[in-house]
């Protein structure tokens, strides 16, 4: 009985971990990175969100639900679950949303917006002109889509990597 070499069953390929993509521990630094940022702005919880200042409780809500989607889509992608890869899909497609919602409510009505954040941080209230607003609003929009499109892209591609 002649055996090929192509027959043997249980090489050591098939005994080996898979190694986690270099793509998706960036994907993790960025999760963690968002998740760590938001952590921080709870003690002092003041954050535009669109038209609107949010301070005091309704601010640490909303960070308390970005810290929920943010821990969760970092286990998640960690433990390669289906879900996972939607979760973080759609959190960067609201993510993107929310940049261009404060953009444009900017744009629509800039001294209001100048004050609201003057008030914000009245100690700071100098730095925050329409300029300086304008650039940071722009900045964070543009970074944000840019960011957004790369991480929706790659994870789309790597579907494959989520296992259910």
Known sequence: MEIKQNDVVGSSVNTQKEKFPVGMIILLILLGFGFVSTLSSIAKPTLQFGPVIL??????????IVLVILSTS???VLKRKMWAGRLVIG????????SLLNFVSFLADKQSVVRLYQQMSPTNAQFFTESTITGFLTSALVMGVIIGFVVISYVYRRRDFFKN
């Not at 301070?55 to 308390?64: D, E, R, T």
């Not at 959190?91 to 929310?98: A, L, Q, T």
């Open 91 to 98: 959190w960067y497609i609201i993510g993107m949303g929310i």
């Open 55 to 64: 301070n005091g409780l309704p601010a640490v809500l909303y960070s308390l």
């Open 74 to 76: 970092f286990f998640g």
